[in-house]
């Protein structure tokens, strides 16, 4: 999950989040070369003592600084591209649930089997247990079975709202009048945190998302649990 | 209010997100945006274009006793053997992933379908007792 001063992405927990931070790597490494050169360019030029006022143009220099930035627009684009379509592939899921936004809370669906629907409102501070995080903990968690592909439905009641969990790797905007497909694989039990990432009114930044992964079996017990308290 | 079912408690949580604090803040990021210490790959890369650098470097100015000369030559061998490094390392890195990845797969299947049909270690033992029943005069030439 996020800790202070956090500068980085938070550790995958999904395929799809490892190859982003697999990309994001990759790609990272490209802009520190290109600044590392930009830089020493700047040092250079402050630095000499040749001054020429007099030259117009010179075509190999432009045919470099042509070539070798396509050459590296395409390093990238190559693994960017098969990270999108890696993320659009069709996929069977075993579960599908509804998330839909509100002002300002997240309600749940699971409706494959029995009508299970549950709000999950965040936690005041004053009410926090030891050791919950602050603006992050809900009453009711998302929870989920673990290595099973799972769908989600993202949509909102009354005005645009965005389902995020950065360790998946998921966001998808909530949009009234309109089903977003989500979709993931989470490879590890855990519980994991998001927060509505779409301005959406005065409790914006108060509308947590919690996901529990957890063994199918334990995902059973507590279904039936909720549905028993529903 | 239902408790949560499972393993982790918030509580869980903070223990390893304390080691997790302590660990990054000892990162080390070049030019504030490459955390060369928990970036995959990223430490041996800087190394190796530093090294080639200084052999390129130095090497140039031995040759020439150019100096500026030599320093372009040490900035464009350091990009040039950082990123090779980087791409040769990360291909490697990709492909033990994908072999852990089977690893893990297959260590699924053989846990999950021991002792049924689809048990892949019944398969080998199947086909070579196939191999046997095909060819029975084999064992009796061979005894």
Known sequence: ?230 | MVPSPILLQSSDILAPTVFTINLLMMSFNLLGILDVQNTPCARDSVLYGSAGALVAGVGHFLATSRVKRSFDFGVGSFLLTTLGTWMFCRYQNAKLRIQHRMVQEGMKNKVMYEGTKMDPTKKADRSSRDNQIDNPGSTARER
């Open chain 1, 1 to 230: 999950m996020a800790h202070p001063s956090q500068l980085g992405f938070q550790d995958a927990a999904s395929p799809i989040m490892e190859e982003l931070l697999h990309f994001h790597d990759h790609t990272l490494m490209i802009v520190f070369l290109i600044s590392t050169l930009v830089l020493y360019i700047i040092v250079a030029m402050v630095t000499t003592k040749l001054t020429n006022k007099y030259i117009l143009d010179s075509q190999e220099i432009e045919i470099v600084w042509t070539i070798l930035p396509a050459i590296i627009l395409i390093m990238i684009a190559l693994p960017s591209l098969r990270i999108l379509y890696l993320m659009d592939e069709i996929n069977d899921p075993h579960i599908t649930i509804k998330a839909l936004g509100h002002q300002w809370y997240w309600s749940y669906e699971y409706t494959d089997y029995e009508n299970l629907e549950f709000d999950s409102y965040m936690i005041q501070t004053e009410d926090l247990g030891p050791g919950q995080f602050r603006l992050l903990e809900t009453d009711h968690r998302m929870v989920v079975p673990m290595e099973s592909p799972i769908r989600v439905l993202v949509t909102a009641e009354d005005v645009l709202h965005a389902w995020t969990i950065p360790a998946l790797g998921v966001k998808m905007d909530a949009v009234p009048g309109r089903l977003n497909q989500a979709a993931f694989i989470i490879s590890r039990p855990g519980v994991y945190y998001g927060q509505c990432s779409e301005i959406c009114g005065a409790n914006h930044s108060f509308m947590p998302i919690v996901v529990e992964a957890v063994p199918l079996e334990h995902f059973e017990n507590w279904s039936s649990l909720m549905l028993e308290e529903v």
